[in-house]
């Protein structure tokens, strides 16, 4: 796919993966649709199946990179008043984000009414994937065995262990030594092994492009073109008013160059539709790019991962009035209130991965009553849509790192105001989270 005796950057490199597997996939759905040809169905399963290699590859990361990375961060901070602070602070900004982006969602959407007109028809048979309570989530943040936690992947539970690991270590002493070098290691093991992991990016994300064509229908895009175009204006409004706004008066940064400067987050994240996948990019794109100290993004960063869900709140808000109008239910305050309170908790929690918006939009349709199979009419185009909601989701995790750090004077203005720092790098540094 691409000239070896040509130097490109990773970005670079991504992007050409992005606008083959848009060509070649376009190109497999126009003669799978038009001559129904078996060997394009076959063509598509075995794309299908590196695909799931690479998604697979990705979520092999996460487990080692979240744990460690927020040990480090931890141990970096080794304050616990000053811990406490700051995980306050990150907790209190991605909330109230979270809050807003489902607000505005639901408000726009009473205004606009995305859902009249809607057809509900061919939506009986469809069986929604299966959510869990929000009691459930708020008595499974503290996990009771850590090994499970890892082994299943829970980040929130990962989080909170290895910030109480990370504590403990601190508040050891002398005797902790081993232990501390031992992480430090750790830091360069891992960071091998993503820099094997990214390399694949390019082809991976060709294969994902490409099989993203499947299930992909324009005439779905024109049937729901409001609530398609309303989705994307809000998620535009969330990162270019909300996000530009808490950089502008509470981190003192120009919010121009803090999108210059993400630009290769973004390219990723949108690509791959996972927050977890992108955290070493999110990292590198707050410590390197935007000057946040490595103990503060340490921290923010894989928490974000798994509780801002910003850009996935844009869409429960606009998909839960647009259903409410295709069935001609009336909404009250009632419903408003408990959508945004049950929206805003099962946020915290949810895995970072591909298509869990669609699990969590079918939670929180049971819990304000509504028929969850309504999910089956926007179905078809949410794939399109998950991969812009995942940039919003990590930009919001690079935007709060910047504020928290400069409200903690950590934040270096000089390497933030330098259009080439960490630009010229090709390399991965987890132990710095450095990836170029």
Known sequence: MLQKNVKL??????????????????????????????????????????????????????????????????????????????????????????????TVSIAVSIVIKPGMGASTEATLHYTPPAGKPIQELSAAIIPHNPIEAMASGNAIQIIIFAIFFGVAIGITGKKAKPIIDMFKSLNVIIAKLVDCVVLLAPYGIFCLIVNSFKTFNLADIRDLFIYFLLVITILIFQMAIIYSTLLHFFAKLNPVIFFKKIKRMLIFSFTTSSSYATI????????????????????????GSTINMDGTSVMLGVAIVFIF???????????????????TMASIGTAGIPGVGIAMLSMVLQKVGLPAEGVALILSIDRVLDMARTSVNVTGDCVTACVVAQSEGELNHDIFNDPTAGYYADSIDLHNMHIE
């Open 280 to 303: 070493p990019f999110t990292m590198n794109a707050a410590t390197k790019r935007c000057g946040v100290s490595h103990k503060i993004a340490a921290f923010t960063v894989p928490l």
């Open 9 to 102: 950057s990773l970005a670079t490199k991504v992007l050409i993966g992005v606008a083959l597997g848009s060509l070649v996939g376009f190109i497999l759905k126009y003669l799978s649709s038009t001559y129904n040809f078996g060997i394009i169905n076959d063509l598509f399963k075995f794309i299908s199946f590196f695909a799931g290699l690479f998604i697979n590859a990705l979520k092999m990361l996460v487990t080692p990179v979240i744990f460690i990375s927020i040990v480090n961060g931890t141990l970096l901070i080794n304050d616990i008043i000053t811990l406490g602070r700051i995980a306050v602070k990150t907790l209190c900004i991605y909330l109230i984000t979270t809050v807003i982006a489902i």
């Open 325 to 343: 109008q295709a069935y001609n239910i009336p909404l009250n305050f009632h419903h408003y209130l408990l959508i945004i309170i049950t929206a």
